[in-house]
């Protein structure tokens, strides 16, 4: 079982603590992968952190909004085990502070607060609940932000020792309004602007969970209109996408996990959705249409762009993975994706443990797949020089794929034996350097075990061969 999500949340305390990493950790397991998508907030400024000191004692912000009329919010802040903090939200008025909520500090409460703007005309409603030690035992506050005035929401932090993170969560992707929310310092003197650090998803903090960024496969696409479409400027192939989100997590592991294509993804559309259909909101985003000749009903395909994109295409590779060892184990599973993964000019040199941007790199099928086949295959190595190959599928009931990466061009001998060793067919084989595919039909020969021997200049390899 291979289970994508492609959902995500910055409510949380990013160090793996939360209830839903601790379900996914626990329904996690040999032959039982969960996939999510590392989170779309790559660019968002939507994460400070603080440690305070005697003589540092306060951090002030303010949240903003990309939608002037809607402006709506939630943040969620987490301090240090025993450590507790103070928050207070207030109105601005031209970098003048009015109506504010006063300093609020962690008593396991909820206050509801009104708060009246310059204007005595509009409102700013605040909820603050907090909480002393949470299931993590850490000290939280989430403070419900929802602002009908023209001035601007500032937000203060107060302690004396300990650290803080916290993340300004609320988001809306639909048509309507379409908006988010950041933490910035509008030029004024002794506030801070948030940062795009730990902007990855608190749903995939989970020690099991493969966590996947985006990177851009595509920049341009031609729609079912005729018309050819560009993504926004900045985005560049092969490298990695603006929106995906960056690690590392509170606890310091490096995420995401690795990173998969997801940008500009041709996807199937959602045939209840009257959106993406011929005259629909969406309809510059088709590419194909397919009608069903019994019912006359049109199916529309499009493209599809978000880590909710990349994370589907790496739960597929899983699946491949699992189709040839069923009982992989999250663990196992990574480990290839890792030794496997694509590093080129875009990701630059990774270190082994990763990066916060890229994971290990780019996924690679074909390699993680070969990798397994060639762990699974009982293959026997003599000389100076180890075979690079696979057979596969194996086993089966005879149409083999012989699978040879090779150095430099080379000729090679392929050759059959039964059990006794006794060889039932050879060939030459002319391969040149990288990758090089030769079929073997054994269909005429009867059920059992055979070895196919693979000769070269300085060694050889003999493969263990099921025919079933």
Not at 170 to 175: A, Q
Not at 416 to 427: A, H, P, T, Y
Not at 441 to 449: D, E, P, Q, W
Request: glycine share 10%; hydrophobic share 35%.
């Amino acid at each position: 079982i291979v289970v994508n999500i492609s959902w995500g949340s910055q409510s949380g305390p990013h160090d793996g603590s939360s209830l839903v990493n601790q379900a996914f950790d626990a329904l996690a397991g040999n032959g039982k992968i969960i996939v999510m998508s590392a989170g779309n907030d790559g660019e968002d400024k939507i994460h400070m952190a603080k440690t305070f000191t005697p003589a540092d004692t306060v951090v002030n912000t303010f949240l903003t909004f990309s939608a002037p009329g809607y402006k709506r919010t939630w943040i969620d802040i987490w301090g240090d085990t025993a450590e507790k903090f103070c928050v207070k939200t207030s109105l601005f008025s031209k970098g003048i502070e009015g109506s504010t909520t006063n300093e609020i500090c962690i008593d396991n409460g909820i206050t509801y607060d009104t708060l009246i703007s310059a204007n005595g005309l509009d409102t700013c409603f605040v909820e603050t609940i907090t909480s002393d030690a949470e299931y993590n035992l850490k000290p939280r506050v989430t403070i419900s932000v929802y602002n009908k005035a023209k001035d601007s929401v500032g937000l203060s932090v107060t302690g004396k020792s300990g650290s803080i993170d916290m993340w300004n969560e609320y988001y809306y992707y639909g048509y309507t309004y379409g908006f988010s929310s950041e933490f910035a310092d509008l030029g004024i003197p002794g506030a801070t602007g948030g940062n795009t650090a730990t902007t990855i998803s608190d749903m995939g903090a989970g020690e099991k969970t493969l966590l996947v960024a985006a990177f851009t496969t595509k920049t341009t696409f031609k729609n079912i209109l005729g018309g050819t479409l560009a993504v926004s400027s900045g985005y560049v192939r092969d490298s990695i996408a603006l929106f995906s989100s960056h690690g590392p997590y509170v606890d310091g592991r490096i995420k995401p996990d690795i990173a998969a294509p997801g940008m500009v993804v041709l996807s199937s559309m959602n045939s209840h959705n009257p959106a993406y259909t011929a005259a629909g909101s969406q309809r510059f985003y088709l590419t194909h249409k397919y009608t069903d000749a019994p019912s006359g009903k049109d199916f529309y395909y499009g493209v599809f762009s978000g880590t909710s994109a990349a994370s589907p295409m790496a739960a597929g590779v899983v699946a491949l993975l699992l189709q040839r060892d069923p009982t992989l184990s999250p663990e196992r599973v990574k480990e290839i994706l890792f030794a496997t993964a694509i590093k080129d000019k875009y990701t630059g040199a990774l270190p082994a443990a990763g990066n916060n941007i890229w994971g290990h790199g780019k996924i690679n099928a074909y390699q993680a797949i070969r990798q397994l086949l060639t762990e699974l295959s009982v293959i026997t190595y003599t000389g100076k020089e180890k075979l690079d190959c696979v057979l596969f599928p194996n086993p089966n009931e005879g149409n083999f794929t012989l699978d040879y990466l090779a150095a430099h061009n080379d000729q090679l001998l392929v050759s059959v034996s039964d059990m006794s060793g006794r060889i039932l067919s050879s060939q030459d084989w002319k391969v040149n350097s990288g990758q090089n595919m030769l079929p073997l039909n054994l269909s005429s020969y009867a059920k059992g075990i055979y070895f196919v021997k693979v000769e070269g200049k300085e060694g050889s390899a003999s493969i263990k061969t099921v025919l079933q």
